[in-house]
C-alpha cells in the first residue's frame, strides 16, 4: 500500500502546485505575459500568515483570507504601477521588469524577516488521520481539499459569471473587447490581483504544514512554469490537472529513482512539453 | 561615444569608493573574515558572524570568569601590549568568485594580519589561495571539504574536524552501542545533495564499508525539496536501525515532521549538526523528536562553567544559544588570536610559524576537541566531536561515555514520550 | 518598436574624428586602468567588469540585435567553464587546452536546443531557455564525473606557463580585454553586413522579416551558435582565473539573468551597450556590497532589482536611450526609428 500512500501525497501537494499555478497561467493566456515573480507571491503569503498568527493570533482561516486579500491589493498595485507600462515595450523589458521585482521582493524579504527558516506555530491543523491504512496528515489534507476547492472556483468564476466572460474575452480578443464596451486594463488589473491572491493563500495554505524562507519563491516560481506548461498557458482547468499531475510525478518519481531525480524528471518533462507541445494539455497556441 | 566615456569615468569614480574603509588606528591586530552574510546560507553566516564579535569582546576586554581560556583574562593581547582585534567582516554572498575578489581586498586594502572563513567549501576553495599567495594566515571555521587542506598551502589551517572524522565518530559510537547490546543491523544515510551533504555521505558510506557496517539505503534529495514524503517511505520500506540526516535547517524539520506524519520511527535518528543544531529545530519539532540525537564538538555543560557562560553572552546578543558551527568558527577564531598572541607580533610569517607550532589542551578550548595541533596540511588532527540527544528542550551530551552529562535512551522516543 | 540602434547604422566608419578621439580615449582607458589602478583589487575588479562586459557583449548577439531574450545563457558558460577543469581532472591537460573544444560543444550545444526552442516565440522562449539550462545545472550536480555537487578545480600552482595560474591579476586582465576586444571587433562586423541587417529585422517583426525572404530560422540558429562560442569562451577564462567550478558558479539562472541585465542596462542591441552596462554595474556592486555587504542585509540586491525595475519601466532600451532623451543637442546624426 506504499504506492497508494506516495500517490495520495502527490495529489494533495499538486493540489497546491495547482492552485498557485492557476494565476499564472490566467495572467500568461490573457496578456501572453510571463510573471517571473510569481514565486514570489507565493512567498509572501506564507509570511503573511505568520504575520497574521504571530501578531494577530489568528488560525487558518484568518491567515488564508488576509493573506488572499493582501496580495490581491498587491497584484493590482503591480499592474498598475508597472505592467501596465511594460506591456506596451519590448520584449526585454516586459522579461527584466518581473525579473528584477523578484530580486527586488526576495531580498527585501530577507531584509526584513532574515535569512532563518521559519515554521509556523502549531495551529489547529495539527496531527494525521488514518483513512484505510494511508496515512493523512491533517494540514496537507485540509491544505489539499481547499487549494482544489479554489481552483475550481477560479475556474467557475471564469466560465460562469459575467466578470469572468469579461476576463476570458479580453484574454481572447483584447480589441474585439475593447468594442464590447469591456475595459482591457481593469480586467488585466483585475486578473493580476487573482492571480497574486491565489499564490498569496496557497502560500499560507503551505505554511501550514511545510517550513519556508525567502529563498522558497524561487523553486515554487519554477514549478508553477512546469504547471502551466503542462496545463495549458491561458487554461485554470488545465493547470488543476497539471498540478496534480506534476505533484503525482514528483512523488512517483523520488520514490522509485531517488528524490535528486525528481526535478530531473520533472524539467525534462518541461522542456519536452515546450518543445513538442507547447500549447500543453487543454491551452490554446 | 560620449556616453561610454562618461560611463567610463561614472565607473572609476564607484571602483574609487568600493574599497573604502575608514580610517583605523594603529596598535591593533587586524582580521579580515569572509562569510555569506546574504543569500542561502546568510542564517549561518550571521549566526557565525555574532559569535565572532562575541569572542573579541571576550579577547578585547578582561572576562577573568572565563578562567584560563587563553587571552580572556586580559584585555587585548598581553604579547602585543594589550593590542586589539580589529575585524573586517565581507560578505560574499555564496559566490566564489565574490569570495575570492573580497579575500583580495581584505589582504591588499584592509591591509589584514590574517584571515578566516568561509562557510561553503565552493567559496573558501577560492579564498585560500589569495591567502597562500600573500602569504597571510588563513583559518578554516568550518567548510568540510577534504581537499582544502590537500593541496600543498602552507597558510591555510583548519581547527574544526571534517567529514572523515565525523564518519570515524558514528562507527566508534555504533561499535559502543553493539558492546552494550543494541541491535544495529544496518544503517540509512540521507543526504542533501550539495558538497556539504555530498563529502559527509561519502565520507560515511566509505567508513561504513571499512566497519563492515552495512548502509540499508543511501538517499541523497535536494535541500530545497518542498515535500519529503517518498524519502521517508522508502526509509519505512527499507527499515534501517539507524537513520544519519545529512541536512539543512528546512528539511531537517521536514523530515522529523513527515516521520511523525506517517509514524515511522527508526530505533535511532542521527542528524549531523548543521540543520539539526539551527536554533529553529528545537523549537520547531521538540515534542516530536524526543531522543533524536546529533553530533557537536560543542556543549552548553553544567551551570556555573565556562562554556555555559559563554553561552550567557552569545544568547545575551543574539537571543538564542551558540549551535555547534558558529562554535566552532569561534574557536578557529581563539586558536587563531593565540597564535598571533603566542608569535608577539602582526607579522603574517611569524604568526604562520606561531599556529604550526600551536599545541593547546582541552582545558584551554571551548570545544569538546582533544586538542589542537595542526599536522603539516594544516589539519587540526586532535578535533573530534561529541554526540548529543534531545531531553526536554535541550541537547544533552551522552557520548562518549566519560565526557557524558546525561543518559542515552535508546531507542528514541520521538513523539511517545 | 522602437530600435535602439548605434547612430552608425549604414555607415561604420572612422571618418569623423570626435568619433576616432572617442574610440581612443576608451581604449586608452581599459588600457590603462590597471597601470593606474595598480592595487590587486581594483586589478580584480577591473577582471570582472571585462568577464561581465564579455559575457554580456556575447549574448547581445543573440538577445539585444535578434531581439530573442535568452535566459539560459548560464549553459554555454557552464559548458566553457566545466570543459577546461574536467580535462585538467581527468588527464592533467592544461587548462586552456579545453577552451577550444569548449567552443565546440557550446555551438553544438547551440544547434541542438536551438533548433526546437526558436519556434516558440516571445516569453515561451524565453522560458525554453531557462527550462533547458535548469535542466543541465541539475543534471551537473548528480553526475559523478563532473564532480557532481562538489565540482571540480583547477591547478592550485602553476605547473608550467601553459596553465595560466598568474600571481597577479595582470596578464588576465589584458587577455580578457583582447577577447572583448575581438568580440566588439566581430559584433560591429555582424553590425554592418547583411547579417546584422537579418538580425534587426527578425527582432523588429519575424513575420514581416521572413516575408522580405530573410532567412530567419538560419539567421537565429547563427546568431545563437556565434552568441554560445564566445559565451563558452567567458565561462573557460573565468574558471582559468578562478580555479574552481560547480553547479550553481557555471550553470546558476543568475549567471543568466546577469547578461541580460547587463546588456539591457546599456542598451540591448548596441555595439557599447553591454559595456557600459558593465561599467556602471560592476563597480555599483562592489561598492554597495563594501558598504552594505559586512552589516549583511542584502541591500545590494534589493537595489540590484529595484534599478532593473525602473530601467524595464521607464528607459526599456538602457542607458542609450536615456542618454537620448536627455541630451539631444549631443546628437550629430539622424536615428532609425
Not at chain 3, 540602434?5 to 572617442?22: D, I, L, N
Not at chain 3, 591547478?155 to 608550467?160: D, E, L, Y
Request: glycine share 10%; proline share 4%; aromatic share 10%.
Amino acid at each position: 500500500m506504499v504506492v497508494v500512500q506516495v500517490i495520495v501525497g502527490g495529489l494533495l501537494l499538486g493540489a497546491i502546485y495547482a492552485l498557485f499555478s492557476s494565476g499564472l497561467t490566467l495572467i500568461w493566456g490573457m496578456m501572453n505575459f510571463i510573471n517571473f515573480a510569481h514565486g514570489e507571491f507565493v512567498m509572501l503569503g506564507m509570511y503573511v500568515a505568520l504575520l497574521v498568527v504571530v501578531w494577530l493570533g489568528g488560525g487558518p482561516a484568518v491567515f488564508g483570507i488576509v493573506a488572499a486579500c493582501g496580495l490581491f491589493v498587491l497584484g493590482v498595485g503591480i499592474y498598475l504601477s508597472l505592467i501596465r507600462h511594460v506591456i506596451r515595450g519590448p520584449m526585454l523589458a516586459q522579461i527584466l521588469s518581473t525579473f528584477g521585482l523578484a530580486l527586488f521582493v526576495r531580498y527585501t524579504a530577507f531584509f526584513i524577516f532574515s535569512a532563518n527558516f521559519v515554521s509556523l506555530p502549531q495551529t489547529s491543523l495539527a496531527g494525521t488521520v488514518k483513512i484505510a491504512g494511508i496515512f493523512l496528515p491533517v494540514a496537507q489534507l485540509v491544505a489539499g481539499a481547499v487549494a482544489i476547492f479554489l481552483t475550481l472556483s477560479l475556474h467557475m468564476l471564469l466560465t460562469h459569471t459575467a466578470i469572468g466572460s469579461r476576463l476570458l474575452a479580453v484574454a481572447e480578443d483584447r480589441a474585439a473587447a475593447m468594442l464590447m464596451g469591456i475595459r482591457p486594463d481593469r480586467m488585466q488589473a483585475l486578473a493580476w490581483g487573482l492571480s497574486a491572491g491565489a499564490a498569496g493563500i496557497a502560500g499560507a495554505l503551505m505554511a501550514t504544514a511545510y517550513p519556508w524562507s525567502p529563498s522558497v519563491g524561487e523553486t515554487f516560481g519554477l514549478i508553477a512554469f512546469v504547471v502551466v506548461a503542462l496545463g495549458g498557458f491561458g487554461s485554470v482547468l488545465g493547470s488543476l490537472y497539471a498540478g496534480l499531475i506534476i505533484g503525482l510525478i514528483q512523488a512517483v518519481s523520488a520514490f522509485w529513482l531517488g528524490a535528486i531525480y525528481k526535478d530531473i524528471v520533472v524539467y525534462s518533462l518541461f522542456v519536452a512539453l515546450l518543445w513538442l507541445r507547447p500549447q500543453g494539455l487543454m491551452g490554446k497556441v | 561615444m560620449k556616453r561610454t566615456l562618461i560611463s567610463v569615468a561614472a565607473g572609476l569614480a564607484a571602483i574609487a569608493l568600493a574599497a573604502a574603509a575608514p580610517a583605523r588606528a594603529a596598535d591593533t591586530v587586524k582580521i579580515g573574515v569572509v562569510f555569506p552574510l546574504t543569500g542561502n546560507a546568510a542564517a549561518a553566516g550571521q549566526a557565525s558572524k555574532a559569535a565572532l564579535e562575541v569572542a573579541v569582546d571576550i579577547i578585547n576586554n578582561a572576562h577573568p570568569e572565563l578562567g584560563d581560556l587563553p587571552l580572556a583574562a586580559t584585555a587585548g593581547l598581553p604579547n602585543l601590549g594589550g593590542a586589539k582585534l580589529d575585524v573586517t567582516f565581507v560578505d560574499h554572498q555564496g559566490n566564489p568568485s565574490t569570495a575570492q575578489q573580497l579575500a583580495t581586498r581584505l589582504v591588499t586594502e584592509d591591509k589584514v594580519n590574517a584571515l578566516m572563513g568561509a562557510y561553503q567549501s565552493s567559496c573558501t576553495f577560492t579564498a585560500t589561495p589569495v591567502a597562500e599567495r600573500y602569504g597571510i594566515p588563513f583559518m578554516v571555521g568550518d567548510s568540510s571539504a577534504l581537499n582544502i587542506t590537500s593541496r600543498g598551502f602552507k597558510y591555510v589551517f583548519r581547527a574544526t574536524p571534517i567529514a572523515t572524522d565525523y564518519a570515524r565518530t558514528y562507527m566508534r559510537f555504533f561499535a559502543d552501542m553493539k558492546k552494550t547490546g543494541k541491535r544495529i543491523g544496518s544503517i540509512a544515510i540521507v543526504n542533501e545533495n550539495t558538497d556539504y551533504g555530498t563529502s559527509v555521505g561519502d565520507a560515511i558510506d566509505a567508513e561504513a564499508k571499512k566497519a563492515t557496517m552495512p548502509v540499508a539505503i543511501r538517499i541523497p534529495y535536494s535541500a530545497s525539496s518542498t515535500d519529503v514524503t517518498a524519502q521517508v517511505l522508502q526509509l519505512k520500506e527499507k527499515n534501517p536501525d539507524v537513520v544519519i540526516f545529512i541536512s539543512y535547517t528546512a528539511d531537517s524539520i521536514l523530515y522529523i515532521k513527515t516521520m511523525k506524519n506517517f509514524d515511522y520511527r527508526p530505533p535511532m535518528v542521527i542528524g549531523d549538526d548543521t540543520g539539526f543544531s539551527d536554533p529553529s529545530f528545537i523549537p520547531a519539532v521538540n515534542d516530536i523528536a524526543q531522543g533524536v540525537m546529533n553530533r557537536s564538538a560543542w556543549a552548553i555543560g553544567k551551570p556555573g562553567s565556562r562554556t555555559e557562560k559563554i553561552n550567557d553572552m552569545y544568547k545575551a546578543k543574539t537571543g538564542r544559544d551558540l549551535d555547534d558551527t558558529s562554535a566552532r568558527n569561534m574557536q578557529g577564531f581563539f586558536v587563531l588570536a593565540e597564535a598571533v598572541n603566542r608569535a608577539g607580533s602582526t607579522e603574517p610569517d611569524k604568526i604562520r610559524d606561531a599556529l604550526v607550532a600551536t599545541d593547546l589542551k582541552p582545558d584551554q578550548l571551548m570545544m569538546g576537541y582533544q586538542g589542537v595541533k595542526f599536522d603539516d596540511t594544516g589539519q587540526n588532527v586532535l578535533a573530534s566531536t561529541y554526540l548529543i540527544q534531545l531531553h526536554g528542550t535541550h541537547y544533552e551530551l551522552v557520548w562518549p561515555q566519560d565526557a557524558a552529562t546525561g543518559v542515552l535512551r535508546w531507542p528514541l522516543g520521538g513523539w511517545t514520550q | 518598436m522602437k530600435l535602439f540602434s548605434s547612430s552608425r547604422v549604414s555607415r561604420f566608419s572612422f571618418a569623423s574624428v570626435p568619433e576616432r578621439v572617442g574610440w581612443g580615449l576608451l581604449a586608452a582607458a581599459l588600457l590603462l586602468y590597471p597601470l593606474v589602478l595598480s592595487g590587486p583589487f581594483y586589478r580584480d575588479i577591473g577582471v570582472t567588469f571585462l568577464l561581465a562586459a564579455i559575457s554580456a557583449s556575447a549574448w547581445n548577439i543573440v538577445g539585444g540585435y535578434a531581439g530573442q531574450v535568452s535566459v539560459g545563457h548560464s549553459m554555454f558558460f557552464g559548458l566553457g567553464a566545466y570543459t577546461p577543469l574536467l580535462f585538467y581532472t581527468l588527464w592533467g591537460w592544461p587548462p586552456l587546452a579545453g577552451l577550444p573544444v569548449a567552443v565546440l560543444l557550446s555551438i553544438g550545444l547551440a544547434l541542438v536546443i536551438g533548433q526546437p526552442t526558436f519556434r516558440l516565440t516571445g516569453h515561451y522562449f524565453s522560458m525554453a531557455t531557462i527550462a533547458v539550462a535548469e535542466l543541465i545545472r541539475i543534471f551537473t550536480g548528480t553526475w559523478d564525473l563532473v564532480g557532481a555537487a562538489i565540482g571540480l578545480q583547477g591547478p592550485a600552482t602553476a605547473r608550467s606557463l601553459w596553465d595560466l595560474t598568474f600571481r597577479s591579476e595582470l596578464p588576465y586582465y589584458y587577455m580578457f580585454l583582447a577577447v572583448l576586444a575581438l568580440l566588439l571587433a566581430t559584433t560591429a562586423v555582424v553590425e554592418r553586413r547583411r547579417f546584422g541587417f537579418y538580425l534587426r529585422a527578425i527582432k523588429a517583426s519575424e513575420r514581416a522579416a521572413k516575408s522580405l525572404g530573410v532567412p530567419v530560422r538560419q539567421t537565429k540558429m547563427q546568431a545563437l551558435a556565434l552568441s554560445a562560442a564566445f559565451t563558452s569562451v567567458t565561462g573557460s577564462l573565468y574558471v582559468i582565473k578562478t580555479g574552481f567550478i560547480d553547479p550553481d558558479s557555471g550553470f546558476g539562472i543568475l549567471i543568466s539573468v546577469q547578461m541580460v541585465i547587463v546588456a539591457a542596462l546599456g542598451g540591448a542591441g548596441t555595439l557599447l551597450g553591454p559595456l557600459m552596462g558593465a561599467l556602471i554595474l560592476v563597480p555599483l556592486q562592489t561598492t554597495t556590497n563594501s558598504w552594505f555587504g559586512g552589516g549583511g542585509s542584502g541591500l545590494t540586491y534589493i537595489l540590484y532589482g529595484g534599478i532593473i525595475v525602473l530601467i524595464a519601466r521607464f528607459v526599456p532600451g538602457g542607458l542609450f536611450e536615456l542618454w537620448h532623451r536627455v541630451a539631444p543637442h549631443f546628437r550629430t546624426r539622424a536615428h532609425a526609428a
